[in-house]
């Protein structure tokens, strides 16, 4: 049968033109002799039959046209709007590239340089090291706002502890404030209550995102930020008494690649991509983001998202995996493919005196938990070949449910996060990750924590 729908448009509007008219033809005239006896009337009634024809071809083509063209409209938008995002990272974002990978490249080089000496050779480092990271920090937010501004990030909500997550990035900051800014932080909900049901990653990148402002824009005083529930909504904040900000530029702070004021631009780097993303998370968490502030007084940032409290125990997830030994009795099963980030991980537990199995896709490392009982902990890939990270998981959790398995992925992104969680691992670590941030996360599953 002939779809009408894989028609075209302008041969759809043309045939159903050509059938009705068509169809009245054929039987308008049998219709109107057979109801209407009466001639003076038939005639009357024949005079404006072909109106009443235009009549209502019209309406059909207007309303047919219309939803035709609200739809072209919407592509045409999402088009336009790819392409100013596109025209915008190409302006900004080639001079915010280049800085850092310039001195990765310069400093490289000064490295081979016989003549360096090794004070010299540390500091060096220390800028590739900085500079890697800016780069790093630019990239993920280009692919963070490009996901949000095409439609293609979806909320992850799980079950997260937010007194944690506050705790966690009050000590992630707090090595970072410089001497002279007091930093400290509200819970305005006790424990229990403050397990809630959000995405923990759109809450903690925006939280960061604004954090960082607030580090960047401030030279003394103090930082503050929390949350409390205001009429059934966590309502968050980020509070400094930075440089402040104009009320003229309330608004447009929140779009992507805006700075306010040429002067600013050149002292304080950044993309001015941190406060789109922090909008586009909340847009999508279904809260508010605002700000109060002057130019000279400080800043306060807030934005909530709704409060969905759970009521159970999360400690049950934790108790559930089996026990682990100290760091330097385990033996780690390491699926990855790639050579260089297998090394890499091999040389974070060397000092550890881990021992360290490799599988090379997820079809080995199944076979490897398989047949090794003594397996205790599993570091896996999510994109491997042969059988990637997602599936393996799911078949090891079908002979031990409560082997400990973290994923590791470059994937930064929400989604795939929550992929690995419902193929079963406990945790997920995204790449690159630093020696600590791995050995802090083996560590989480030792027998300590899981009494
Ligand atoms: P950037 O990467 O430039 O920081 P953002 O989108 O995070 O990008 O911020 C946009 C601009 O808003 C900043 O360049 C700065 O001019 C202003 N701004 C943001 N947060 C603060 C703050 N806490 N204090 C003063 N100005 C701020």
Redesign the pocket.
């Known amino acids: 049968m002939l779809n009408m729908q894989k028609l075209k448009f302008e041969y759809r509007i043309i045939s159903g033109y050509i059938i009705i008219g068509g169809i009245w033809i054929v039987f308008s005239d049998k219709l109107l002799n057979y109801f209407i006896r009466e001639p003076d009337l038939l005639t009357r009634i024949q005079t404006f039959k072909g109106w009443f024809y235009v009549l209502i071809t019209a309406i059909l083509f207007y309303s047919l046209l219309k939803s035709h063209l609200v739809k072209l409209r919407k592509a045409e938008q999402k088009a336009i709007n790819s392409d100013r995002l596109k025209t915008a990272f190409l302006q900004n974002i080639s001079h915010e590239i280049r800085t850092p990978m310039n001195s990765i490249v310069g400093f490289s080089d000064l490295l081979k340089d016989k003549k360096t000496s090794d004070i010299e050779r540390t500091e060096y480092l220390e800028l590739i090291g900085k500079s890697s990271e800016q780069l790093l920090n630019i990239v993920n937010?280009v692919l963070d706002i490009s996901l949000i501004e095409t439609g293609n990030t979806s909320v992850a909500k799980k079950r997260v502890n937010l007194n944690n997550l506050i705790n966690e990035i009050y000590s992630l900051y707090e090595p970072l404030i410089k001497d002279d800014i007091s930093f400290s932080s509200v819970k305005g909900l006790s424990d229990p209550l403050s397990l809630i049901l959000t995405d923990a990653y759109k809450v903690r990148q925006t939280l960061n995102?604004?954090i960082?402002?607030?580090i960047?824009?401030?030279d003394y005083g103090q930082i503050k930020f929390g949350y409390n529930l205001v009429n059934n909504e966590l309502e968050f904040f980020?509070e400094?008494t930075?440089?402040?900000?104009n009320p003229d530029?309330h608004l447009e702070?929140?779009d992507?690649f805006?700075?306010?004021?040429p002067e600013?631009?050149k002292i304080?780097?950044?993309?001015?991509?941190?406060?789109?993303?922090?909008k586009g998370n909340i847009d999508l968490l279904k809260g508010r983001i605002w700000l109060e502030?002057e130019a000279g007084k400080?800043?306060k940032?807030f934005f909530t998202i709704p409060y969905e409290p759970v009521w159970e125990d999360e400690t049950i997830k934790i108790k559930k995996t089996e026990s682990v030994k100290n760091i330097d009795e385990l033996r780690i099963l390491v699926a990855e493919d790639d050579e260089i980030n297998y090394l890499y991980i091999k040389e974070i537990f060397r000092e550890t005196g881990a021992g360290i199995i490799r599988a090379v896709n997820g079809k080995e490392a199944v076979e490897i938990c398989l047949n090794n009982n003594n397996i205790d902990i599993v570091l896996i890939d999510i994109k491997m070949p042969v059988m990637n990270g997602y599936e393996a998981i799911k078949r090891i959790r079908e002979f031990r449910p409560n082997l400990p398995i973290i994923a590791q992925t470059a994937f930064a992104l929400s989604n795939e996060m929550l992929k690995a969680f419902n193929a079963g691992c406990n945790d997920y670590i995204s790449k690159p990750f630093k020696k600590e941030q791995l050995l802090a996360m083996v560590s989480k599953y030792k027998p300590s924590d899981k009494q």
Do not use: Q, W
């Open positions: 937010e995102n604004l960082n402002n607030a960047k824009f401030t980020v400094d930075g440089i402040g900000i530029f702070i929140f992507r805006h700075k306010v004021g600013n631009i304080y780097e950044g993309v001015g991509l941190g406060l789109a993303i922090c502030s400080g800043s940032f």
